[in-house]
């Protein structure tokens, strides 16, 4: 089969049978073209709620389609690589949290949405990159414990100077590895363009960037934005759906490893063997599981809208 003929019987069979594809924004070009909705992995739950669907396919990683089946335990979601995590997620256990919080007793845990199910039952609210600031700020507690990526609570933490954090020191490996030496290169590279990153990067990048935001707001950015040439910031597949956007306009990463390996680990052929039933892995999880975390998520959409 070409590409074209298998994503013409990925079609069919959705349809076929009620299926909604959901592929993250870092999915390849390929994937997101047979997806019912892109975007970040709070918004894809989100739509994956809203739905008719009888069931879902999470062309992303674990944690996302963990958000999903909390969000819909009523349909049937499934992960369409089992293979792909989120090494953010993982990095971060219960037991390591809960000494964690007897280290800071009156804190307030905010959890990062790349966290497992778990972890988010003995936290306080969950936040997205885009909803962190505004949830931070709403908490009436003035001491949080931001887990786990600290680049993202520094980056909070300075526009919220009224409030007092603590972090744990893990981060996202891919966006953690860009320096000021990469800005440094890519600037003298590419002279008229702007830099748009994630606030994942560390503070020496995030304090150089024309525009600071989550992926979703990248792209959202870049594409109302006058200006026609941008230096990208986060996992490199947002250079080529750019690209594909807007191809009047110029887009380059910030840096080659800017690389998402579990993202690239979904391709249209393990889409099509779990439609057909012969590949995936149906998210299940424990009831208390389903209950605290889905307190936690509950508690973000009720503070970030």
Known sequence: MTVHELQQEILRLKREKNICILAHAYQSQPVLEVADYTGDSYGLSVQAAKTNADGVIMCGVRFMAETCKILSPEKTVCLANPMAGCPMAEQLDLPTLQELKKQYPGYAVVAYINTTSELKTACDVCVT???ALKICSAL???KILFIPDPNLGSYVAKQL???QFAFYHGGCPRHIV?????VAKARAAHPEALL???PECRPEV???ADYVGSTTGIMAYAEKS???EFIIGTENSIVEHLSYACPEKRFYPLAVQLTCMNMKLTTLM???HCLQGSGGEEITLPQDVMQGAGRCIRRMVELGG
């Open 178 to 182: 860009c320096s000021a030496a990469d």
């Open 270 to 272: 393990d889409i099509y």
């Open 129 to 131: 990159s885009s909803s």
């Open 206 to 208: 995030v304090e150089q």
């Open 196 to 198: 748009l990153v994630h």
């Open 226 to 228: 006058d200006a026609k």
């Open 161 to 163: 100077p009224e409030k």
């Open 140 to 142: 009436e507690n003035d």
